[in-house]
């Protein structure tokens, strides 16, 4: 007898008011604690493109888009269709013993994006593709050591954890794979690290996602010929960059540089269903999978599914069909010149950087000693407050969803959907003026949260 059909509406409309609550329980308890403790704990019912709804229908700006997922957006009716359609054409999904034509029709669009690459293993996640990356390379070149870069984020998986260059990550999970953090940008400590002749690979995000610090132009270039020299490999982590973020379809490409293996994940997804996808020279894929008796030495249970092939293909179709990649250069030029425009105007603004729509906005120490005062306060107790005290407005007051960019760092990381327009810059800018011009009155509300973050600060410790 079948089972009677399960209603998620009724479900949801029945249970929904207890969502802080069951996650307290069930899962990560933190989570609601820190976001009550911020305000974040909200209700939001439905989303559509850039922006979220409550229940009372306020709209709210997203200026994260799931840490890079939704770069198309929330629910685009071309992926969503997509994703429909595969699931109405019952398809013998994931049989094993069989070739699936999606797959590798996504490969081939894929590719034709980054035609200088070869082959490509499907996974399911970032840091999956990580981890295929590292295992491939090491295969490849008979080597145990990986290098990566201060400051990256690779994931959080074993392999990856191996690669991350915070502490506060790593910390208890020890002991790791064999590992060497290099400075990033630093030529002569990658050579220093390469005469020791152990050395797998490197790997780095051509822009970090934490403090949005890009390598140094021609930098990679350099590190790709230095590794070739002693016969190691550039991997380019482009989970978060890639797929159009920074206006270029991988980062990697604005330097003229050809890795031999790069990890895409996030917006390949359509925000519809989870992917990972490690793109690679075909030489190394050849030599892991070497013979037949090798054909399943790396895989994955749910790897090239069909809802995840076809939720990127529709992606991938979107992308060409609306430009998007275009637009993300366009209007992240826009973007970084309204808000660096505003640098000089306040003392509280260091810096405005990054490329496409990966904007870190860089608060530092001010001039003026009343505002020194209230910074000082905030440095002692924890770095990062300041920038806690902007994001938090930027939701209560104006409905902008933010995020800091990193633990104890003063920045914030502006991660849009890539279909914005000059309209959501404007709202974003106009809030974050009226934002900024209050925070320089050394008084307020604004003031009055940091001095509550601080006592919290100082209670932690």
């Not at 970032?126 to 990986?146: D, I, M, N, Q, S």
């Not at 051509?206 to 890009?214: D, E, L, T, Y």
Request: proline share 5%; charged share 25%; net charge negative.
């Amino acid at each position: 007898m079948p089972a009677d059909r399960l209603d998620l509406a009724a479900l949801i409309a029945e249970r929904g008011q207890e969502r802080y609550e069951l996650h307290a329980r069930y899962l990560n308890p933190q989570l609601p604690r820190m976001l009550h403790t911020l305000g974040f704990d909200r209700y939001y019912e439905r989303a559509e493109g850039p922006y979220f709804y409550d229940a009372e229908g306020n709209e709210y700006l997203d200026m994260l888009a799931g840490f890079g997922i939704f770069a198309l957006g929330r629910h685009h009716p071309v992926v969503r269709e997509a994703v429909q359609q595969v699931m109405d054409l019952d398809l013998p999904d994931l049989t094993r013993f069989d070739c699936s034509p999606l797959p590798g029709l996504l490969a081939e669009q894929l590719l034709s994006f980054a035609p200088e690459l070869d082959r490509v293993f499907f996974g399911n996640s970032g840091t999956e593709a990580v981890e295929t990356a590292l295992k491939f390379a090491r295969y490849a070149t008979g080597r145990p050591r990986v290098l990566y870069c201060e400051h990256a984020f690779h994931g959080l998986t074993t392999g990856s954890l191996s690669v991350n260059g915070e502490s506060g990550f790593r910390r208890g999970f020890d002991p790791l794979l064999p590992d060497t953090a290099i400075p990033l940008g630093d030529l002569g400590a990658l050579a220093r690290e390469l005469k020791k002749g152990d050395v797998a690979a490197l790997i780095v995000e051509p822009i970090q996602g934490k403090g949005v610090h890009a390598a140094p132009p021609g930098w990679l270039l350099a590190a790709r010929q230095l590794l070739h020299e002693h016969r190691a490999l550039l991997i380019c982590d482009e989970v978060q960059t890639g797929i159009g973020r920074t206006g270029s379809f991988f980062a990697y490409q604005e330097e003229g540089v050809e890795p031999d293996l790069v990890c895409a994940a996030k917006a390949l997804s359509g925000g519809y269903v989870p992917i990972g996808a490690t793109l690679g020279k075909g030489w190394i894929f050849e030599k892991v999978y070497s013979s037949m008796d090798r054909v399943l030495v790396h895989s994955a249970s749910f790897g090239s599914n069909a809802q995840a092939m076809a939720a990127a293909l529709a992606t991938l179709h979107v992308m060409r069909e609306e430009k998007v990649v275009e637009n993300s250069r366009r209007i992240g030029e826009l973007f970084r010149e309204r808000l660096a425009a505003l640098v000089d105007r306040y003392e509280l603004l260091a810096e405005v950087r990054g490329r496409g729509l990966m904007i870190g906005i860089e608060f530092g120490r001010p001039r003026s000693l009343k505002l020194r005062t209230g910074w000082t306060a905030l440095q002692a107790a924890r770095k990062g407050l300041f920038a806690q005290m902007v994001v938090v407005p930027l939701l209560h007051r104006h409905r902008i969803l933010t995020q800091v960019s990193g633990d104890h760092l003063e920045v914030i990381k502006l991660i849009p959907p890539l279909i914005i327009t000059e309209r959501e810059v404007d709202r974003f800018v106009t809030a974050f003026t009226e934002v900024m011009d209050e925070a320089h009155r050394g008084s307020g509300l604004m003031w009055d949260f940091g001095r509550t973050l601080v006592k919290q600060a100082v209670g932690n410790r």
